[in-house]
């Protein structure tokens, strides 16, 4: 993100910049996406967020739903005081950083959900990045939602198409809009949980391949993505038992039953991920220990060569002391005989060793 700054005028559909460009570039449109929904059905037309907001207050069946990519603290000014939102969770959503966590500010809910992306790499190697996270924060009341994302977190395009093509869905409110963000993000996990386990299992053919290959880096390397995995799953189950406990804004207490299977998806989630880690430590042993005996391996073959070498080396050290009267000095075929000797006990230690897997 460039350094400089531009204020936002909030209008349906994106942003216009009302400041200048910087060095060329252009920021990103903070306002993704600024509808007004009556009954379920997106009103046509741009709608300013104030006439947005007077009309969902004066309709019981509407409510706003804006979206933000990566806002600033004074693009989300006129947001925050049009909707009263606590000042503590505006700078949670300026900052970002955040736990998963589902706070309560009056009628306000705001729910932090940690997004993951799978990276696609050819080879794991030490330096690998398996997963990418980014951020949604959703502040949730009776008449309107705001999206705020950060990072990698896909765009919402796609969903809120979907939910606007089923308006008796959409007609829930914010409760819906809450539902289908928490399922999406979910369903994500599950898609990149099938990705690392496909990881998981080519480290762990490699572990056990008869190919020498020192694989701790690698490892290490994954383990530390899996840890970035865990952070973002395992918090997240207290948040979504509140919100399957009647906890969304509105209409909601219809998804209760959805969010309990959502629950329940991001529970094998977490199973997955603690057998992962599990697995992990088991393929770490694995490649330490095959390290270890493949070490030991060559220390054997080092040792059998040696002692093969060593049984001609005592025989030419004998007979180079050049004593007088030693056996054989003077005998027409004892250079040829103990030349036979040496090859022959070299053949016979070199069948031993082979026979016992030293060599």
Not at 183 to 201: G, I, S
Request: hydrophobic residues 45%; negative net charge; charged residues 25%.
């Amino acid at each position: 993100m460039s350094s400089w700054r531009t204020t936002k005028r909030f209008r349906p559909g994106g942003a216009v910049p009302a400041g200048t460009e910087a060095a060329g570039a252009r920021r990103a449109p903070v306002v993704v996406d600024c509808a007004l929904y009556d009954k379920g059905v997106r009103r046509p037309g741009e709608v300013p967020l104030q006439d947005a907001l007077d009309a969902a207050e004066a309709s019981e069946d509407c409510f706003v739903w804006i979206g933000l990519h990566a806002p600033l603290t004074e693009d989300l000014a006129e947001i925050a005081a049009a909707f009263h939102l606590h000042p503590l969770a505006v700078e949670d959503a300026v900052e970002a950083h955040q736990r998963p966590k589902l706070e309560r500010y009056d009628d306000t809910l705001f729910l932090v959900l940690k997004t993951i992306v799978y990276v696609e790499h050819d080879a794991l190697t030490a330096t690998s990045e398996v997963v990418d996270t980014g951020e949604i924060m959703v502040f949730a009341g009776d008449k309107f939602v705001v999206v705020v994302r950060h990072g990698s977190a896909p765009p919402l395009v796609e969903l809120r198409q979907s939910l606007e093509a089923d308006p008796e869905r959409l007609g829930h409110g914010p409760a819906a809009v809450v539902h289908a963000i928490t399922d999406r993000v979910v369903d994500d996990y599950l898609l990149v949980a099938d990705k690392v386990e496909d990881d998981f299992e080519r480290l762990e053919e490699e572990v056990f391949s008869p190919r020498p290959s020192n694989d701790a880096e690698r490892i290490y390397q994954l383990k530390r993505e899996l840890i970035e995995f865990k952070r973002a799953v395992l918090p997240l189950a207290r948040p979504l038992e509140r919100l399957a406990d009647g906890g969304l804004p509105g209409d909601g207490t219809v998804f209760d039953a959805y969010l309990r299977d959502v629950a329940d998806h991001l529970a094998q989630v977490r199973e997955r991920l603690v057998a992962f880690d599990e697995l992990l430590d088991s393929i770490l042993s694995a490649s330490l220990a095959g390290v270890t005996v493949r070490q030991n391996t060559d220390m054997r073959k080092i040792a059998a060569i040696a002692a093969i070498l060593a049984v001609p080396t005592l025989i030419v050290g004998i007979y180079g002391m050049n004593f007088e009267h030693m056996p054989e000095l003077k005998w027409t075929y004892g250079y040829p005989s103990v030349l036979v000797v040496m090859v022959g006990a070299c053949v016979l230690m070199f069948r031993a060793f082979r026979r016992n897997d030293w060599l």
